[in-house]
């Protein structure tokens, strides 16, 4: 039923037709991998490690036939290949293969060792904290560093993990 006119029944069809015509038609895109196409850009050569960002190695299968190669890209590309990245969830970026038009995920090398999203801020300040604190400090020691700092460690089994988890929640909720 429409409630701005009592009384008159709809079908579901009827309906949708009644707001089709108040509204109009909307098209929603039905491709399940176009957030990829809003997040920011970043323009890297494909070495043999990987690339990197910040400091910041990815690597995977899907890179391979295009190490040490120049993209197809011209302009400001200058041979480089686009690599999408969210900088609230650095552990991964997003690679699209310019010939089967299919996206990659790369993983950041110590993203295994983290389990959790973490952003290009908190490793910039754990980074900070660790060039302070150590002598010759690496993004792991940082890391578990910071994480300790909020009481998360990096924990060696799932269930320490969530324990840590928990007691954080409960400090937090105390205080």
């Known amino acids: 039923f429409d409630p701005r006119v009592p009384g008159l029944k709809l079908s579901p069809a009827d309906m949708f037709e009644h707001g089709i015509a108040a509204a109009g038609y909307i098209e929603a895109p039905r491709d399940p991998d176009l957030a990829y196409e809003f997040l920011p850009t970043v323009w890297r050569t494909i070495e043999p490690y990987g690339i ?5 190695r990815y690597n995977g299968p899907s890179l391979n036939g295009k190490r040490l190669t120049k993209s197809h890209y011209g302009g400001k590309a200058n041979g480089r290949w686009p690599f999408q990245y969210n900088p609230d969830d650095i552990t991964r970026v997003y690679f699209r293969d310019p010939g089967t038009r299919q996206w990659h995920t790369l993983p950041w090398e110590h993203a295994g060792s983290l389990n959790r999203p973490i952003s290009e801020d908190q490793l910039v300040f754990a980074r900070k904290r660790a060039a302070a604190k150590y002598r010759y400090p690496d993004d792991r020691i940082a890391l578990a560093d910071l994480l300790e700092r909020w009481n998360l460690g990096l924990g060696t089994i ?3 993990r969530r324990m840590a988890l928990r007691l954080f929640r409960e400090d937090a909720l105390l205080n």
């Open 52 to 56: 990197d960002i910040n400091n910041r």
């Open 158 to 160: 799932l269930a320490e």
